[in-house]
T-cell receptor
Framework: GAGVSQSPSNKVTEKGKDVELRCDPISGHTALYWYRQRLGQGLEFLIYFQGNSAPDKSGLPSDRFSAERTGESVSTLTIQRTQQEDSAVYLC??????????????FGPGTRLTVL | AQSVSQHNHHVILSEAASLELGCNYSYGGTVNLFWYVQYPGQHLQLLLKYFSGDPLVKGIKGFEAEFIKSKFSFNLRKPSVQWSDTAEYFCAVNGGSQGNLIFGKGTKLSVKP
């Protein structure tokens, strides 16, 4: 079946502009995560969605970052007034919450964001 | 707070050499541990995981890892690497009840043919 997809694959923007990143999880995966990977760093957790529950936003670095997800479908991560330090690869992962692989997160290819 | 340390930033080996990549974590409770691999131009993929039971876990492509609770370690090993193992390897620990992962900074492995 199809894996996690993300779009765009690359995004170059100017400082101060808003950007929106999209994630399509694997069908049927109720859990969805966003992570950020800055150059030379590990992945940093940003936000977690589980079905219709309130999202865990504890990893969002500032109020310029927000994310939405409708039900168990697509999620969008929005960064307002981008700064150069926002340059990173933004990764999305989804996880089933029933069946044999509930412990495994499946990652998308990421969106490489460059803020000039 | 939980954290994960990967001490080797870049490892260069010749084919057939043995591999051990270090991973240490800080957390006093029950942990779930993972190794992910990212081959050039590809997604992060799960290599292996430990939740409970036998502390020696086997993953794909001949990789294995040993959980040593007393040392807070989960080192990755492979007896004989191949050129195709060239990739970046990430150790991760389950960070909470919601399952978000805490990652190390990664170790880049380069295998010379």
């Amino acid at each position: 079946g199809a894996g996690v997809s993300q779009s765009p694959s690359n995004k170059v923007t100017e400082k101060g502009k808003d950007v929106e990143l999209r994630c399509d999880p694997i069908s049927g995966h109720t859990a969805l995560y966003w992570y950020r990977q800055r150059l030379g760093q590990g992945l940093e957790f940003l936000i977690y969605f589980q079905g219709n529950s309130a999202p865990d936003k504890s990893g969002l670095p500032s109020d310029r970052f927000s994310a939405e997800r409708t039900g168990e479908s697509v999620s969008t991560l929005t960064i307002q007034r981008t700064q150069q330090e926002d340059s990173a690869v933004y990764l999305c992962a989804s996880r089933p919450t029933s069946g044999p692989s509930t412990d495994t997160q499946y990652f998308g290819p990421g969106t490489r964001l460059t803020v000039l | 707070a939980q954290s994960v340390s990967q001490h080797n930033h870049h490892v260069i080996l010749s084919e057939a050499a043995s591999l051990e990549l270090g991973c240490n974590y800080s957390y006093g409770g029950t942990v779930n541990l993972f190794w992910y691999v990212q081959y050039p131009g590809q997604h992060l993929q799960l290599l292996l995981k430990y939740f409970s039971g036998d502390p020696l876990v086997k993953g794909i492509k001949g990789f294995e890892a040993e959980f040593i609770k007393s040392k807070f370690s989960f080192n990755l090993r492979k007896p004989s690497v191949q050129w195709s193992d060239t990739a970046e390897y990430f150790c991760a620990v389950n960070g909470g009840s919601q399952g978000n992962l805490i990652f190390g900074k990664g170790t880049k492995l380069s295998v010379k043919p």
